[in-house]
């Protein structure tokens, strides 16, 4: 059928929990309100806690399963101490010497950040 035309589907009701938001070009848009449940910091930091427990668990059976003593050697001094003892002392090294390296970049960057702010 010729010069039929269909007509404009009416506009539909905003979804729950929105509200309509006019912008400059008279178009009405649904605007999300926040949502309650949203991620927080709070959740966020039970999150992480809850990793830390399932981290302390896990150390403590590798603890508990490596009691036997090792002999060790280092710079001169030598010694035994219980092998889950020495491996976690060794893992807490690296990781000071990785958190000091970390730090060392972030204090260079934020000097850099200073000193571009002053010149300009």
Sequence with gaps: MKGVSTPAPAPSAPEPGTTSETTGDDTARPKRQPDPLRGSRTSGFW????????????????I??????????????????PLAATLLLAAVAGALVVAAAGALRILQLRRRVKRERRAS
């Design 64 to 81: 508990l399963q490596n009691t036997q003593d090792v002999q060790v050697s280092f710079f001169g001094w030598d010694g035994r101490a």
């Design 47 to 62: 999150v992480v806690v809850l990793l830390l427990i399932v981290v302390l668990l896990l150390l403590a059976v590798f």
